[in-house]
């Protein structure tokens, strides 16, 4: 496949469709594969890499880049895409500067499950019949394939794209996911249960805003965690009010509009589990106003943005019987 996306890059490049490629590059290690900018068929060879551990949104940087001189080439998985509509919803990307080509997605795999296992000094790896092969420093390792992917393919809503201007391989489907089953749980839970969860999950944070900066959902020029005069700028959090407060407050902003692409749990340095905050919103929306989808579309009013005399009211939540 990556030799195919470079050559449709440069092609897409020679004619001028393009002046840009959005992909990605390896950083120092073999995991660690990061979104980067091209301008050059010859930099697409040295650097460009679609690979098992290619699991970066590239989404999120168009709204930069969208906005520069000239068109920019995107190679959107079908996850990404649903957060590339949504910032088209919001008028927060430029869609005529960006040339969308749709690739199939994952499942991406998780360089820390593979770690976890005590396998270290990863060169490369090869899916052999659903057995992960590991090239390592040390030789070769062997592991199920299925324990080293990453949390949000493990529970992909859709090999669906919904917007793109050309497609390489094969266009899959929405899928039955069974991305609410973890937030199920903890709706089973009791009230001190559940806090003391989230208090154990929260309690990791060291407030490196990694979440939020990786968020398609947060693209506010000026956050409000960033204010200066707020007193919780940009700073590790005092106390368990300040852990709560900044993944509170930001699963509030993103209601309605978080696509549940899982990107704000895969950078946590910390392994907090964030998506189930958003799932929990996501599917409260679904069974109060009906199922939405963010990203779905670009022409649908989303649930909380507009008013309806048969809403639900908020009292609802108790006769539903949550403590
Ligand atoms: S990425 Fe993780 S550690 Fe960093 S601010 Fe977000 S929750 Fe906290
Ligand atoms: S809150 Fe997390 S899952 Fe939702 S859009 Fe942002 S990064 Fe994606
Ligand atoms: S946390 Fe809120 S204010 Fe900050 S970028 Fe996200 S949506 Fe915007």
Not at 64 to 80: H, N, Q, T, V
Not at 107 to 133: F, H, M, Q
Request: proline content about 3%; some cysteine; overall charge negative.
């Amino acid at each position: 496949m990556q030799e195919a996306m470079i050559n449709k890059a440069k092609q897409l490049l020679a004619d001028g469709t393009v002046d840009r490629v959005i992909g990605w590059k390896r950083g120092e290690f073999a995991y660690d594969i990061t979104p980067a900018v091209f301008e050059t068929a010859e930099e697409l060879v040295a650097d460009f890499v679609y690979d098992d551990f290619t699991s970066a949104n590239v989404s999120k940087y168009l709204v930069k880049e969208s906005r520069k001189e000239g068109r920019i080439l995107a190679f959107l998985k079908p996850c990404d895409t649903y957060s590339f509509n949504q910032l088209i919803k919001e008028h927060r990307v430029v869609r005529e500067n960006v040339y969308i080509v749709g690739i199939p997605g994952g499942p991406k795999l998780d360089a820390e499950k593979i770690k976890a296992k005590g396998i270290t000094g990863i060169l490369s790896v090869k899916n052999d019949n659903y057995t992960l092969k590991i090239d390592t420093i040390y030789g070769e390792e062997t592991m199920p394939f299925y324990e080293a992917v990453l949390d949000k393919c493990a529970s992909c809503k859709s090999k669906k794209h919904v917007i793109y201007d050309e497609l390489m391989g094969e266009e899959g489907d929405v899928l039955d996911s069974n991305r609410f089953d973890m937030v199920e749980k903890l709706e089973n839970m009791t009230a001190q249960e559940r806090f003391e969860f989230w208090r154990e999950q929260l309690s990791k944070c060291i407030r490196c805003n990694a979440c939020r900066n990786v968020c398609p959902a947060c693209t506010c020029e000026k956050c409000v965690f960033d204010n200066p005069d707020s007193g919780i700028e940009n700073k590790a959090p005092s106390d368990s009010f300040e852990e709560n407060m900044f993944h509170i407050i930001r699963a509030f902003h993103v209601a309605g509009r978080c696509t549940d692409c899982g990107e704000c749990s895969r950078v946590c340095p910390q392994n907090i589990p964030l998506h189930l905050l958003n799932r929990k919103f996501i599917k409260d929306i679904n069974a109060f106003y009906g199922e939405y989808q963010a990203g779905e579309d670009i022409v649908s009013r989303a649930p909380l943005n507009e008013y309806k005399q048969d809403d639900c009211e908020a009292g609802i939540v108790h006769e539903r019987g949550v403590e």
